[in-house]
């Protein structure tokens, strides 16, 4: 087992180095119960005020998950569990990072479209067709832009990688993304964003990984330089 260094750490700092180094080496595997308080904390030895406190900290981020009546598990240890700490994080993103996060999903994304071209289900497939139905069927741009996220995040899904979903569900479609989305968007529906939705649909269903590339990267540009526009200018702030 890995030893832990103590100089300058507090006891929950200790604690939770012993505890993720347990983790490591599947002393305590994913989905398992922890011990007994007491136990745990003479296991450790640390207090078990030290122990709480670690405990509480490796709640939020996802690595630890205490059930009333039950104790504390381990959770799957996937990057659902473990990323989702950004998701609390995200809110109060500033729109001095809202660049940052445009040209991140510029980077992202359009391989996740790729993936989705190779990797989806026809259940997949239906679901992101069904979004596509919906928001062509919408002319109130509120509604639309409730529903441009959960079809974007439809697709990122649907490219099996769960790195990206996690990231993309906290981060790039997550709450604070979509509120400073709505600061700067028009009270239009471009008709090149539904065209390029429709695209980008056929593209997955068809299988044609290099569309779905070229009308992603085309189609997330253009937020990027939405984005930028209304920061330049001061807008949302």
């Known amino acids: 087992m890995r030893k832990v260094g103590t100089s300058g750490l507090s006891a929950a700092d200790t604690a939770m180095g012993l505890i993720r180094e347990r983790i490591a080496d599947n002393e305590f595997p994913p989905n398992s119960r922890l011990p007994r308080e007491t136990e745990l904390a003479a296991s450790l030895g ?5 122990l ?11 690595v630890l998950e205490s059930k009333h009546g039950s104790g504390t598990f381990v959770t799957s240890l996937e990057p659902r569990d473990l990323l989702r700490g950004l998701d609390y994080s995200n809110g109060l993103l500033s729109f001095d990072s ?10 992202t994304e359009p391989a996740a479209c790729a993936m ?3 990797r989806s289900t026809p259940q997949q497939r239906t679901g992101i067709r069904d979004l596509l139905d919906a928001m062509q069927q919408v002319n109130d741009p509120t509604e639309y832009a409730r529903l441009d996220p959960q079809f974007h995040q439809a697709i990122v899904e ?16 997550g709450s604070g993304w979509i509120k400073m989305w709505h600061a700067v968007t028009s009270d239009v529906i471009p008709e090149r964003t539904r065209q390029e939705h429709r695209y980008l649909v056929t593209a997955i269903e068809t299988g044609d ?11 997330i540009a253009k937020t990027q330089s939405v984005i930028t526009r209304a920061f330049t200018a001061g807008e949302g702030r």
Do not use: K, P, Q, Y
């Open 46 to 50: 640390v207090s078990r005020n030290a």
């Open 116 to 118: 989705a071209c190779e």
């Open 209 to 219: 990984r290099e569309l779905a590339l070229a009308i992603a990267n085309a189609h």
């Open 158 to 173: 649907a490219s099996g990688n769960s790195v990206l979903i996690a990231v993309s569900s906290a981060l790039t479609h």
């Open 52 to 62: 709480r406190e670690a405990i509480r900290a490796l709640g939020l981020v996802g």
């Open 98 to 107: 809202a660049i940052a996060l445009a040209e991140f999903r510029r980077v």
